[in-house]
């Protein structure tokens, strides 16, 4: 099975080239001498069939959501539809230039409008901006329009930022990029937020709090009017991360929790791909009063023209045009194929598979919360770890032999030896089975002989890569 | 339901296991004030009318035949097969490749986008790509930054939209930024730079070809913002950078650029692609996935993503920067682009634009549309405009052609590439002639 591909630099014949463009039609000229290259870049001179073999063979290497199971917790891996590709792809979207008149791209503004009402309407904030490219942008972008609100406010001095010791990494991340403070703050033993904790880190200089709400052990914060409550109460803000959007859409909204700004993944709830890791969308929406404060130009509608408008106050830019548009249009047509009756039942099925799992896990499996859980669930191997030295990453890489996709491992933080599951909607009950009884074989199996953990995976086309040598003599790049 | 996949037959077996009667209960221990009644959207639609939907939408864009227009994003040939391999179902739906053992084909297709970003750039590391060219330059810039030296300057021929990008991160983070006001040549002020008094300035961000396509003599820059202490982050634009000489080579300490004119389509400003590398020295500082080479257990030659102790998942809030994604699929889409033009491919694009631009300054310049800088430059440059430019356009706009962009002071910006015949070049002459 263990095949690895020679790169397209080992494949390169010289003066091999399949010629795309016509000869020159004008008159050929040099570049001046002081600014020319003195030595090509060395590409790989390859035919077309070349090409196309070796991307087919590397994208055999790699496991799709197609190819089975995909239980990524904290990245709701569902099916990503065909028809939003192809609707992002129709000239009208994918041919225009960021910088043609107003009166030209009307079509996409429209669509713009549609997906700002309806996210807004999701989430229950009063407008979205689609500039920030990807989630952690868009909590840059967040925590930016706090920063701002407060300058703006004569009240600089609030700069602290409260993050649960369970979020991800990115939050504490993006407050140090926001030139603000960072006070973690502890979970109680349930894995929430614990209320008098809470009041016991707050004083004059808080800024916000940064939440998940279910949080990321898949557990939804009760107290969260309490919590929101504290915070404005104390002068503070709130931000909502919206990386687990698909346990509650259409069902309960985190404007209507307090929330005053948020992100959404696109590339998450609303199902547009992945891309092995990029592009996505980092969306972000807020409530009136911070409006002004959005990065990038915003789009209103003057008659009936649909126009940008630059606030004075606004962030500023945080790319270079307004965003990744082909993707909104993708989670715009999501949203549409669903309707008002099938997002909130998305969600639904999002957390009844979750609960199926972890029910029929349990037969075997230590799961952290022992009550319902949201859109996702940890199994904790700290027991089986202890005992038979069978750790996380060892049973995510016996899931791989299976041919599936492993769940998250090690996070969130807070749990020792964590493997994340989030099923998603776009799974069927037969398929739920047939991973627990595969889940539940390999736990056996291992049990019963405990040198079977260090020897998974063993249908892959590697093995298990020595990542400690890759970091201390790192080699990121081919060398001739 | 669209995509969901349980019968009602089956989420009664599911709830029935679970002790429970129906999906609401599921929700039935959180606050009730906070449970909506109904979501005020339109009704599902089927994908038929989904696709009509958007069809209607479509149409009411104007794709032009003809642009010349560029200004950060540029229309290029893309071949057939770009597209066609970049978006191969595995490569799109996957996720950030955590499982090497079943991520080698992403993992390797990174690696491949490297080495070849750097040998583009001339540089010796490059990452796996981030969410654009403007704010590729702000990760750059930030990455210059220590305790000591907060202070930015960023050359006045720098894309505004790029400028304003750093100017938001660098608000955001407390740290000065300046603009180095360009010479009447269009250039960076290099006297300018010797003569300043700050000690305090981290880095310099300069762009070759500059917004306004004019070639900067970036080993000059170097030499003087080095003696300084001052670091140099380049923008180059990928498709000069092949016919260019290396900003590498010139000794900038950073590269950065906006990868869209590899084979990324104009799409309203996005998804596009923006590339980061660096120096040797520069390894451990330079943000986002890095995918770099090892072996497995057995010997096998193996992929993996690496250098993470620099990243926000083990630093926390000591991290650089949040940057926890990539934008691989237009990292593969670049990488297929670019193997497949090859290095003669792309001197051929390159030169076509640059060939097809002096052709039409030329061009244009017979009809009164004068150069306004004297300096050399590359698929881009400035004229006056001798007439009225927003009528000008219009009368180009309903001529199916995108025209220059209006720039300060009566100025056009445009923009040839080897999209544009000299058909359409000397057509969009005699449209222009005719407005005058």
Redesign the interface.
């Known amino acids: 099975m263990r095949k690895t591909l020679p790169l397209l630099f080992e494949k390169s014949v010289e003066n091999r080239r399949t010629h795309y463009l016509s000869k020159c039609d004008v008159e050929e000229l040099e570049i001046p001498k002081n600014f020319k290259r003195k030595v090509a870049p060395k590409l790989p001179e390859l035919s077309e069939t070349d090409i196309t073999r070796h991307y087919t063979a590397l994208e055999a290497n790699t496991f799709g959501i197609n190819d089975g199971f995909y239980p990524l917790g904290s990245c709701t891996m569902k099916y990503n539809p065909k028809i939003n590709d192809k609707i992002a792809s129709l000239p009208g979207f994918a041919e225009i230039h960021p910088l043609q008149p107003e009166n030209t791209v009307q079509g996409i503004f429209e669509a713009l409008e549609e997906a700002n009402k309806s996210l807004s309407e999701i989430t229950g904030m009063d407008i979205m901006s689609f500039q920030p490219a990807a989630g952690a942008h868009g909590e840059l972008a967040s925590l930016m329009m706090f920063k701002k609100y407060f300058e703006d406010r004569g009240e600089t001095n609030r700069i602290k930022i409260i993050i649960p010791d369970s979020a991800h990494g990115t939050n504490p991340a993006t407050v140090h990029m926001c030139g603000m403070k960072v006070i973690n703050l502890k979970s109680n033993e349930k894995g929430c937020i614990d209320v008098e904790e809470l009041k016991s880190v707050i004083d004059k200089d808080l800024a916000g709090i940064m939440l998940t709400n279910p949080n990321t052990l898949g557990i939804f914060e009760e107290d969260i009017l309490e919590i929101t409550k504290i915070i404005h109460d104390a002068g503070g803000l709130c931000y909502y991360d919206g990386a687990n959007l698909n346990a509650i859409a259409g069902i309960l909204r985190p404007g209507d929790m307090g929330f005053d700004c948020i992100h959404l993944n696109l590339h998450k709830t609303f199902s547009t791909p992945h891309g092995g890791g990029g592009p996505g969308s980092g969306a972000i929406g807020c409530k009136e009063f911070l409006r002004k404060y959005l990065p990038g130009p915003q789009i209103e509608k003057e008659k009936d023209l649909y126009k940008f408008n630059s606030y004075t106050e606004s962030i500023g830019q945080l790319v270079a045009f307004y965003g990744n548009t082909l993707i909104t249009l993708r989670a715009l047509a999501f949203i549409m194929s669903y309707g008002k009756e099938g997002i909130p039942k998305m969600s639904k099925h999002a957390v009844l598979n979750a609960n199926y799992l972890k029910q029929r896990l349990s037969e075997r499996f230590d799961i952290f919360n022992k009550n319902l859980c949201m859109h996702e669930f940890i199994i904790t191997m700290e027991k089986e770890a202890k005992n038979n030295n069978f750790t996380a990453k060892d049973m995510a890489k016996a899931i791989l032999d299976e041919g599936m996709m492993a769940p998250t491992m090690y996070f969130p933080l807070i749990v020792k030896e964590a493997l994340m599951v989030e099923p998603t909607e776009t799974e069927g009950k037969e398929t739920l089975d047939f991973v627990a009884d595969k889940y539940i074989k390999i736990y056996d199996d291992v049990v019963a002989n405990p040198e079977l953990a260090k020897q998974f995976p063993k249908n892959t086309i590697i093995s298990r890569p020595d990542e400690v040598t890759a970091a201390r003599s790192p080699i990121v790049k081919y060398m001739r | 339901?669209?995509?969901?996949?349980?019968t009602d037959e089956?989420?009664k077996?599911?709830?029935d296991?679970?002790g429970l009667k129906t999906?609401?209960e599921?929700?039935d221990?959180?606050?009730k004030?906070?449970?909506?009644d109904?979501?005020?959207?339109?009704?599902?639609?089927g994908?038929i009318d989904?696709?009509r939907?958007?069809?209607?939408?479509?149409?009411?864009?104007?794709?032009?035949s003809s642009?010349f227009?560029g200004?950060?994003?540029y229309?290029h040939?893309i071949?057939a097969?770009v597209?066609?391999?970049?978006?191969?179902?595995?490569?799109?739906?996957?996720?950030?490749?955590?499982?090497?053992?079943?991520?080698?084909?992403?993992l390797?297709?990174?690696?491949?986008f490297?080495?070849?970003i750097?040998?583009?750039t001339g540089m010796?590391?490059?990452n796996?790509?981030v969410?654009?060219?403007?704010?590729a330059a702000a990760e750059a810039v930030?990455m210059c930054r220590d305790r000591k030296k907060k202070r930015a300057y960023i050359s006045g021929g720098v894309?505004p939209?790029?400028i304003?990008?750093v100017?938001?991160?660098s608000?955001?983070?407390?740290a000065p930024v300046e603009i180095l006001e360009q010479t009447k040549d269009g250039l960076v002020d290099i006297d300018a730079l010797e003569k300043t008094e700050h000690t305090d300035i981290a880095a310099l961000l300069i762009e070759q070809p500059n917004y306004y396509g004019l070639?900067e003599?970036v080993s000059k820059i170097v030499e003087v913002a080095h003696k300084k202490g001052i670091k140099v982050i380049v923008k180059v634009n990928p498709i000069a950078?092949?016919?260019?000489?290396?900003v590498g080579?010139c000794g900038a300490d950073i590269a950065v650029g906006?990868g869209q004119p590899l084979g990324i389509?104009?799409?309203?400003?996005?998804?596009?692609l923006g590339f980061m590398a660096c120096k040797k020295n520069l390894?451990r500082a330079i943000p986002g996935?890095?995918?770099?080479?090892?072996?497995?257990?057995?010997g096998?030659?193996?992929?993996?993503l690496?250098?993470?102790?620099r990243?926000?998942?083990?630093?926390?809030?000591?991290?650089g920067?949040?940057?926890?994604?990539?934008?691989?699929?237009?990292a593969?889409t670049a990488?297929?682009y670019?193997?497949?033009?090859?290095?003669?491919?792309?001197?051929?694009?390159a030169?076509?634009c640059?060939?097809?631009a002096?052709?039409l300054a030329n061009e244009l310049g017979k009809i009164g549309f004068k150069l306004r800088y004297n300096s050399?430059f590359f698929h881009e440059f400035v004229t006056e405009s001798p007439c009225d430019i927003e009528k000008l356009?219009r009368y180009l706009?309903n001529n199916n052609i995108?025209g220059g962009?209006p720039i300060e002071n009566n100025g056009i910006l445009w923009c040839a590439t080897?999209m544009n015949?000299?058909h359409d070049?000397d057509n969009l002459v005699s449209l222009c002639k005719e407005v005058l």
């Open positions: 339901m669209a995509y969901l996949l349980n089956q989420v077996e599911m709830l296991t679970l999906l609401e599921l929700y221990y959180l606050p004030e906070l449970i909506i109904e979501l005020n959207i339109p009704e599902a639609l994908e989904v696709l939907s958007f069809q209607n939408l479509s149409a009411k864009n104007k794709v032009f642009i227009r200004a950060g994003s229309r040939y071949p097969v597209p066609e391999m970049a978006n191969k179902e595995r490569f799109k739906t996957a996720y950030t490749p955590y499982q090497a053992e079943v991520s080698q084909g992403t390797q297709s990174i690696f491949e490297q080495t070849m750097c040998e583009l010796d590391v490059a796996a790509s969410y654009d060219g403007a704010s930030s894309n939209r790029v304003n990008t100017k938001t991160y608000w955001s983070f407390n070639f003599d950078a092949a016919v260019v000489e290396s080579e906006e389509p104009l799409g309203f400003g996005g998804p596009y390894l996935r890095i995918v770099g080479e090892t072996k497995d257990e057995e096998n030659r193996a992929y993996v690496t250098l993470q102790a990243e926000q998942h083990i630093r926390r809030e000591t991290a920067s949040n940057l926890c994604s990539n934008q691989a699929l237009c593969i990488s297929v670019m193997s497949s033009m090859g290095p003669k491919g792309m001197e051929d694009v030169m076509q640059y060939n097809k002096h052709y050399e356009n706009e995108l962009l080897e015949t000299k070049i």
